[in-house]
């Protein structure tokens, strides 16, 4: 079973950025397609993004389509979230999770199997 923890995330003013990482250890890493999905606070889960298990393929939801860049480097077992032109609204806690390609949404966070705890991302105004 693949675990994961995020880190990267703090304080910062809108417009500006921020890079989530989201390590792997244990279980075979490449073998987990990755989403990161955030909570606000009173708020239900949303899809942010997710990467196919080589990174060749990337998704994103709309809300950060054009801002947030979603990579992998499966050598060292982290996927990474690029966070730029960030607004008050982007403001939550950020999950990653693995998810096994045989599940075909890859915006449903309950067909991910394993998440990390999570990392608090704050955009002030």
């Known amino acids: 079973q693949v675990q994961l923890t995020e880190s990267g995330g703090g304080l910062v003013q809108a417009g500006g950025s921020l890079r989530l990482s989201c390590a792997a250890s244990?279980?075979?890493?490449?073998?987990?397609?990755v989403g990161w999905f955030r909570q606000a606070s009173g708020k239900e889960r949303d899809f942010v993004a997710a990467?196919?298990?080589?990174?060749?393929?990337?998704y994103y939801g709309d809300s950060v389509k054009g801002r947030f860049t979603i990579s992998r480097d499966n050598a060292k077992n982290t996927v990474y979230l690029q966070m730029n032109s960030l607004k008050p609204e982007d403001t939550a806690v950020y999950y990653c999770?693995?998810?096994?390609?045989?599940?075909?949404?890859?915006?449903?966070?309950?067909?991910?199997?394993?998440w990390g705890q999570g990392t608090q991302v704050t955009v002030s105004s």
């Open positions: 999770a693995a998810q096994l390609p045989r599940y075909l949404n890859y915006r449903n966070g309950g067909s991910y199997t394993n």
């Open positions: 990467i196919s298990t080589s990174g060749a393929t990337t």
């Open positions: 244990g279980g075979t890493f490449s073998a987990y397609r």
